[in-house]
């Protein structure tokens, strides 16, 4: 994506100004933070769009491949289900002694049938056996790989 808004080298600093050249969008001490400035001014313009960053150079990317929506992906109900397949109840709320349980949104659990679930939560158990570990959540397939 071009910047559409100009960066101009001033006195004070770093200028940026808007694409016509007639708005004068701040002042920084930095080139780095102009251009911090121009992509923050990017991401407002265009956040009811599908946008994302690039990961390598910052730009913008504009993808309608981007298919995933995060309000969506917290509205589903989540439950936890043990070793035999049973559903335990809504996901992070069981006890301690209940060991490390396998999550997914209800209506993929209820889809994958009890021998389903047991099988993907007995797979989380042997790939992270010890229910006391602290750190990062292990992500294991839900269904098995052929």
Not at 93 to 107: I, M, V
């Amino acid at each position: 994506m071009k910047i559409q808004e100009v960066i101009r080298k001033v006195k004070g600093g770093y200028r940026l100004y808007s694409k016509d050249g007639k708005k004068n969008l701040g002042t920084y001490p930095t080139r780095a933070g102009a251009e911090k400035r121009e992509r923050q001014v990017q991401y407002f313009k265009h956040r009811n769009e599908s946008v994302d960053y690039c990961v390598n150079c910052g730009e913008l990317v504009f993808s309608e491949t981007l298919n995933e929506d995060l309000r969506k992906w917290f509205k589903q109900k989540w439950v936890r289900f043990g070793p035999k397949g049973k559903i335990r109840g809504a996901c992070a709320r069981g006890s301690d002694k209940e060991g490390k349980p396998k999550c997914l949104p209800a209506k993929k659990a209820y889809a994958l049938g009890k021998k389903g679930r047991a099988s993907a939560a007995q797979r989380k158990r042997r790939q992270d056996p010890n229910p006391n570990r602290r750190g990062k959540a292990k992500n294991v397939a839900t269904k098995k790989n052929k």
